[in-house]
């Protein structure tokens, strides 16, 4: 007869992601929305949308991608689009090749623009490593 089967483990409860601080434009804040995306992702950025585009219209027009795992539409506060968007792709060869196949693709009534985000670069914490590795080029140089 086969061995029992180990004991099954308490389940860990999931640990709360860390709020992660933001930095442009000369301000700190606090970005609770990060904890929605996916970790370790490849994001996009989507220019040039319509009022009328909602999520499911981008998540629509991007679901060709096999690692598409979410798009999001800003919107202000009053809940109207401010016409840019971000969409997750867990495989960089995916969101590679939405960028070369998607951007001034038209969605609605618009050519859109899909370019790489520079979301990471905002965060406080990699805008200091950031700048601790920057090389001295030889015209850079202090001598």
Same mark, same amino acid.
């Given at each position: ?27 700190? /804040? ?6 929605? /995306?996916?970790?370790?992702? *490849? @994001? ?17 027009? *991007? ?11 800003? $919107? ?9 968007? *971000?969409?997750? *792709? ?9 960028? @070369?196949?998607?951007?001034?693709? /038209? ?8 370019? @790489?985000? %520079? /979301?990471k %670069? @905002? ?9 601790k590795?920057?090389?001295?080029s030889?015209?850079?140089? $202090?001598?």
């Amino acid at each position: 007869p086969p061995p029992p089967p180990p004991p099954a483990k308490p389940e860990e409860k999931a640990k709360p992601k860390k709020p992660i601080q933001r930095m442009a434009g000369g301000k700190v /804040w606090v970005d609770e929305s990060l904890s929605e /995306w996916p970790e370790n992702d *490849f @994001r996009v950025f989507v220019g040039n949308l319509s009022k009328d585009v909602s999520e499911a219209m981008l998540q629509h027009h *991007f679901e060709q991608y096999a690692s598409l795992a979410k798009c999001k539409v800003v $919107r202000d506060h009053k809940e109207v689009s401010k016409g840019f968007g *971000f969409c997750s *792709f867990l495989d960089p060869m995916d969101c590679a090749k939405a960028i @070369r196949e998607k951007d001034q693709s /038209w969605l609605s009534s618009r050519p859109i623009k899909v370019r @790489r985000s %520079d /979301w990471k %670069d @905002r965060n406080v914490q990699m805008g200091k490593k950031k700048g601790k590795n920057k090389k001295r080029s030889k015209f850079n140089s $202090r001598r």
